[in-house]
């Protein structure tokens, strides 16, 4: 149904003078625009409108209202004011010539910084970068990228967004990247960076920052980029990018254009410092791009990744798997190649699915050993295999491990299937919720960029019209966002410029509503709505129960500007009109760790009972769907912008009680108290390589045991921590750390890759340290997953680290390192490839 009038009501006139809407009729015409608050005494219902349910506001109001009731005023007792738009069934898609981003007013701002600052920079008309290809631009952009003295401590505070018109590049000197970029191509007329062959093995882009480590290379995104190194020669170890980063990064419609039958590599892993290699980082999604030729894709070496949406076609090896813990494969495409991933040295490999892919021309889907422990585990979760192709060959004889497809429906599983039984290559079944499922394959969505929408179609929230809104990191901007959210719904693309946006206020995002921002734009809670830990208030809330229909987020990141101890940062209310039409984009949560917030400041001492900071990061209730790609819920384990170490005790990370159908494809959660995520009664859950990491003040001679500084609240499904009591773990400060993972009388789950890791545990010295467990093979902390009454669940590739407990089931302890090796350099770390429960259906084909 198209919306004909949205309205919200304001409880009094303080904003702006009320403006009387004086018309011939008794009646509003519908097409009548009012941008301003109106006073209600001069609205009349349309009797054409006169089927909707009507409100009769000389009863008095104190609604907002759903676009689809109509309001009589025709006799009103209590003025009311409100911002109303006129008809509007929008926003409405074009064909425009230029990207809206180009149009749009640039007036984002650096909130934190006191002097000039420009966020928005465009390579050629303010730096002058040659688009033409005939000489070199890679001075112009990286000056683009540096300008401003954006290297070093305080990286948040100093955001670019660097912008590519259309055109040929000549790339002479690596394009280097800074943490908190984003290089953005115009994705109407993608331009293409033509390696000049003098660049030898530099790779085009550089997109690891080497002023941070790898593990810190955050909020850092590459988009709409052609990358070609045709013009290097075929013997030589081209590689287009570099991309040695961590959580929060964007990789996303990047096309790699290398030589066939070359040596060239698409993507490498390597953080080079001072001579050492110190790993590709600690990544989450990197999504929906393509590589052509070459002699690898991606030369994947990495914590762990969750890889979506990419095609390779003659690469000889689309993904080469030098180290990753945690791979999750999904929806990728291969074509004209020998392996499609070779995993063989897996020595270096956890655990790897492969979801819903395909390969055709090729030699092999996956080339990998049968190590016989938790090593070099793989599932493969539907696979369409070409005639001609094996599906899994054997590194050690050539061997076929599996000859063909895998239907949806079956799962093929080589590694520990718990309890502790090695399987070299085993077919289950598999009950794939219907409510996740589009056609036969898991539903995915790509990140909106809007490009086919003019920009006429957008609200900048800061050149808006009769409303004020600062961004500065100062002023609240409650108020005001939401009435141009109320007004822009089904109407027009909110757009947040970069800023800090103070809310005091919680924000209600109504159906209908689209809203991007820039290098995360971020919207910041303050205040006493947020202060009650036994009645928290979201900050950010999307939909309200019973709410239906459209919300998406690109590009945010919503954040506490004080210790907030009753704030839910982001509540999901809002259910999805159609699958994934409630959708999160690489759009975070941060707790702490950046100069905009106290938390910054006030969380340094070791006793965390004054920095409860956040009460929950993430709550997607029940009545919500939302689908969530590349999301990382951070509160801080140090600051970003050279402040002190954080001890902040987050409540909790995610919890997620959704039971229509909701996907979380590449996240993390860390640091949080009492559990990174909780599945609590949720229903039809998928969850693609979800990554973790214990508080680091948590542990021995910690000032707190979990769930202190909180109390545990069953209500609200939290962990009681009553199994250190009783399993004879009492004392054992191990044991009073938040779970990595806590499932809850829940069904239809389907989990590809879990990354539960812990690294520090002892606080004994007054600071957070790794000296309980100095090594990959120490013990940390007690349990890594509790779980009670829950059925119909389809978990594969559990991988944890330096925790004795991988799974107690019901009270029981079903899962231990010990028993199923395999992971972190092949050390006492645990792998499971496949922890089936009560499926209701037959395990075994
Ligand atoms: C609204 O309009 C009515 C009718 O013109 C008038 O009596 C009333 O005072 C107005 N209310 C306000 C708050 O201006
Ligand atoms: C309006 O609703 C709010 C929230 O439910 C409530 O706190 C407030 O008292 C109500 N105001 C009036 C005038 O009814
Ligand atoms: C609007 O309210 C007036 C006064 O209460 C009433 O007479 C009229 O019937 C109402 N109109 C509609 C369409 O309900
Ligand atoms: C526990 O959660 C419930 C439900 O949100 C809430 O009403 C109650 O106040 C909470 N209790 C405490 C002690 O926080």
């Not at 941070?212 to 081209?238: E, P, V």
């Not at 500065?472 to 966002?481: F, G, K, L, V």
């Given at each position: ?202 790779p085009v882009i550089q997109g690891f920052d080497s002023t941070q480590q790898s593990t810190t290379n955050f909020y850092t995104g590459i988009r709409n980029i052609k990358i070609q190194t045709t013009s290097i020669s075929t013997g030589t170890k081209a590689v287009g990018l570099n991309w040695a980063v961590s959580q929060a990064c964007s990789l996303f419609n990047v096309v790699f254009s290398m030589p066939d039958y070359s040596s060239h590599i698409g993507i490498t892993m390597t953080a080079v410092v001072n001579g050492n290699n110190e790993g590709g980082g600690s990544g989450t999604l990197i999504s929906d791009c393509s590589f052509i030729g070459g002699a690898i894709g991606i030369q994947l070496s990495n914590q762990q990744y969750n890889l979506k949406g990419l095609s390779f076609n003659g690469c000889s090896t689309g993904i080469y798997v030098d180290h990753v813990f945690v791979g999750t494969f999904q929806g990728l495409t291969f074509q004209n190649c020998n392996y499609g991933v070779d995993m063989s040295n897996s020595y270096n490999v956890g655990a790897v699915s492969l979801i819903d892919s395909s390969i055709s021309s090729c030699n092999a889907g996956v080339y990998t050993a049968v190590t016989g422990n938790g090593e070099g585990s793989l599932v493969i979760d539907n696979f369409n295999v070409g005639s001609g192709v094996t599906a899994v060959k054997s590194s050690k004889d050539g061997s076929a491990l599996l000859s063909g497809s ?440």
């Amino acid at each position: 149904m198209s919306v004909l009038l949205s309205f919200i009501a304001l409880l009094s006139f303080a904003a702006a003078a009320p403006q009387a809407v004086k018309t011939s009729s008794s009646f509003l015409p519908l097409s009548s625009s009012l941008t301003n608050p109106v006073n209600l005494s001069s609205i009349y219902v349309d009797q054409i409108q006169a089927q909707k349910p009507i409100i009769d506001i000389a009863q008095g109001l104190n609604i907002s209202i759903n676009p689809d009731i109509i309001l009589n005023s025709t006799s009103p007792t209590h003025p009311v004011s409100f911002i109303a738009q006129a008809s509007c069934n929008g926003p409405q898609p074009g064909s425009p010539s230029t990207f809206w981003r180009e149009q749009a007013a640039h007036n984002g701002i650096a909130a934190t910084l006191s002097g000039s600052f420009t966020v928005w920079r465009n390579v050629v008309s303010d730096f002058g970068a040659d688009n033409s290809g005939s000489s070199d631009a890679s001075g112009a952009i990286n000056n683009a990228i540096s300008s401003g003295s954006r290297k070093g401590n305080g990286f948040t505070t100093r955001p670019a967004y660097v912008y590519v018109p259309g055109g040929t590049y000549k790339i002479s000197n690596s394009v280097n990247m800074l943490v908190n970029t984003f290089l953005v191509g115009d994705p109407l007329n993608m331009p293409t960076f033509v390696a000049d062959s003098s660049l030898g093995t530099n790779p085009v882009i550089q997109g690891f920052d080497s002023t941070q480590q790898s593990t810190t290379n955050f909020y850092t995104g590459i988009r709409n980029i052609k990358i070609q190194t045709t013009s290097i020669s075929t013997g030589t170890k081209a590689v287009g990018l570099n991309w040695a980063v961590s959580q929060a990064c964007s990789l996303f419609n990047v096309v790699f254009s290398m030589p066939d039958y070359s040596s060239h590599i698409g993507i490498t892993m390597t953080a080079v410092v001072n001579g050492n290699n110190e790993g590709g980082g600690s990544g989450t999604l990197i999504s929906d791009c393509s590589f052509i030729g070459g002699a690898i894709g991606i030369q994947l070496s990495n914590q762990q990744y969750n890889l979506k949406g990419l095609s390779f076609n003659g690469c000889s090896t689309g993904i080469y798997v030098d180290h990753v813990f945690v791979g999750t494969f999904q929806g990728l495409t291969f074509q004209n190649c020998n392996y499609g991933v070779d995993m063989s040295n897996s020595y270096n490999v956890g655990a790897v699915s492969l979801i819903d892919s395909s390969i055709s021309s090729c030699n092999a889907g996956v080339y990998t050993a049968v190590t016989g422990n938790g090593e070099g585990s793989l599932v493969i979760d539907n696979f369409n295999v070409g005639s001609g192709v094996t599906a899994v060959k054997s590194s050690k004889d050539g061997s076929a491990l599996l000859s063909g497809s895998v239907a949806a429906g079956s799962t093929w599983v080589m590694g520990n299937e718990n309890p502790q039984n090695f399987q070299s290559g085993k077919m289950y079944q598999i009950n794939r919720p219907a409510a996740l499922l589009s056609g036969d394959k898991y539903y995915t969505k790509q990140q909106p960029q809007y490009e086919n929408y003019d920009v006429s179609q957008f609200v900048n929230v800061k050149s808006a019209s009769g409303y004020t809104v600062y961004g500065d990191n100062q002023h609240d901007d409650s108020d005001a966002i939401n009435a141009l959210l109320a007004a822009n719904a089904n109407c027009k693309i909110t757009y947040f410029p970069q800023g800090i946006y103070k809310v005091a206020k919680t924000i209600y995002v109504p159906p209908g509503s689209r809203i991007v921002g820039d290098v995360l734009s971020v919207i910041s809670g303050i205040g006493s709505n947020f202060y009650n830990p036994n009645n928290p208030q979201p900050i950010v809330q999307v939909g309200r129960p019973g709410d239906v229909g459209v919300a998406e987020f690109t590009d945010m990141l919503f954040s506490v500007a004080d210790v907030l101890q009753g704030a839910t940062i982001l509540e999901v209310n809002m259910a999805a009109s159609s699958p994934g039409s409630v959708s999160f984009h690489n759009t975070h949560v941060r707790v702490g760790g950046t100069a905009d917030t106290k938390v910054n400041t006030n969380c340094a001492p070791a006793d965390t009972s004054d920095c409860k900071a956040a009460h929950t990061m993430l709550h997607i209730t029940s009545s919500s769907s939302p689908y969530i790609e590349n999301m990382w819920g951070w509160t801080a384990d140090h600051s970003l912008d050279g402040g002190p170490n954080q001890n902040i005790a987050t409540g909790r990370g995610a919890l997620i009680e959704s039971t229509k159908g909701a996907w979380l494809v590449g996240t993390a959660f860390e640091h949080n108290t009492l559990y990174q995520y909780n599945l609590n009664n949720a229903q039809n859950v998928y969850i693609g390589m979800q990554q973790t990491e214990t508080a680091y003040w948590q542990g021995i001679g910690s000032p707190e045991q979990a769930p202190s500084p909180w109390a545990s609240n069953t209500s609200i499904g939290d962990p009681t921590f009553s199994n250190c009591a009783s399993s004879g773990d009492s004392g054992n400060s191990q044991c009073y750390m938040g779970f990595h993972q806590q499932i809850s009388s829940s069904s239809n789950l389907v989990i590809h890759g879990s990354a539960f890791w812990v690294f520090f545990n002892d606080m004994t010295d007054g600071s957070y340290s790794n000296a309980g467990c100095p090594n990959h093979n120490n013990i940390c902390q007690e349990n890594a997953v509790i779980m009670t009454d829950t059925t119909s669940l389809f978990w594969y590739n559990l991988l944890t680290k330096s925790t004795t407990n991988m799974v107690r089931d019901n009270g029981v302890v079903t899962a231990m390192q010990v028993n199923n090796p395999g992971g972190w350099e092949g050390s006492v770390p645990g792998v499971i490839a496949a922890y089936l429960k009560d499926s209701g259906i037959a395990n075994e084909q």
